[in-house]
């Protein structure tokens, strides 16, 4: 009796011997591709980053966009977005402002605060010079959506860019819809009380001028939209408990409402169906 379970014993050490040993060996194996994928990753990202080096100020522009989407596609999103503040920037600037909207866009997505904080401070400081009706003027990860677990400052810089891309754009029905279903997309999808009493404050400004265009609904993106629910979203505003960011709002929501005052309702022939949807 004591040989059989001393024997089933020593049987069941070895099995366990060989189980330890193909676990250890299937993590190395593991930790060793993952080490081969980084590395991989790394030379590649020098490559990318090769380039558009500074010392060749004729590069490609078609080289420096692939680079930088290479990138952003190798993780390196951070060093995307870094050295685009370089690369676009006038009256230097080597990449085209829909590449630098691309760039940002995937800066936005990934998961890495600090690249998310650089995107956005470099959208707001370019955005006078794009476009509102144009979807390529503007990141997709935000066009009508809302990433809830971006930074404070991060939602104050986007918030400030999509605001000052507006009014710096033409005075039409459809920057007029784009704005207000965008915000609508801040307001709708994230849970932080100050900062949908804000945005609705910002939303009310547009209200009236929403009205007097004699219809419900509003396409922006894959995003549709109500008068209604534009309206309740308005309804919604409150004042923020923080002065400074108090005296922001106000002077964004004063200088909207002028601005949405004086759009014009856009002739069919004067406008291209992909700025309306």
């Not at 379970?5 to 060989?18: D, F, K, R």
């Not at 909207?101 to 800066?107: C, E, G, N, S, W």
């Not at 014009?264 to 992909?274: D, F, G, I, Q």
Request: some cysteine; hydrophobic content about 45%.
């Amino acid at each position: 009796m004591n040989a059989a379970l001393l024997g089933g014993l020593a049987t069941a050490v070895v099995s366990l011997i060989s189980v330890l040993v193909t676990w250890q060996k299937n993590r190395r194996v593991s930790l060793e591709h993952r080490d081969e994928q980084a590395r991989l990753k790394l030379d590649a990202a020098m490559r990318a980053g090769a380039l558009f080096s500074a010392a060749d100020r004729q590069a490609d522009p078609a080289s420096i966009a692939s680079g930088l989407l290479a990138l952003t596609r190798l993780d390196h999103a951070d060093l995307a977005v870094a050295l685009l503040v370089d690369l676009w920037t006038k009256p230097d600037e080597r990449v085209a402002d829909e590449t630098a909207v691309l760039v940002i866009d995937a800066a936005l997505r990934s998961s890495n605060s600090n690249a998310q904080l650089i995107a956005a401070e470099l959208l707001c400081r370019n955005a006078t010079r794009l476009n509102p009706c144009q979807s390529l003027h503007w990141p997709s990860a935000i066009d009508g959506e809302w990433d809830p677990s971006f930074g404070p400052k991060t939602k104050l810089l986007l918030l400030d860019a999509l605001i000052l891309m507006t009014l710096a754009g033409p005075k039409t029905e459809d920057a007029l819809r784009s704005v207000a279903v965008r915000l609508y997309g801040v307001w709708k999808n994230d849970p932080e009380e100050r900062v949908r009493g804000c945005v609705g404050r910002i939303i009310s400004a547009v209200v009236p001028a929403l009205r007097q265009l004699g219809y419900s609904d509003f396409l922006q993106g894959n995003q549709k939209v109500m008068l209604a629910d534009l309206e309740a979203a308005g309804a919604s505003g409150t004042h923020n408990p923080d002065g400074f960011l108090d005296r922001l709002v106000a002077d964004r929501r004063e200088r909207l409402c002028a601005w949405s005052g004086t759009c014009e309702a856009t002739k069919p022939h004067h406008s291209r169906l992909s700025s309306a949807i």
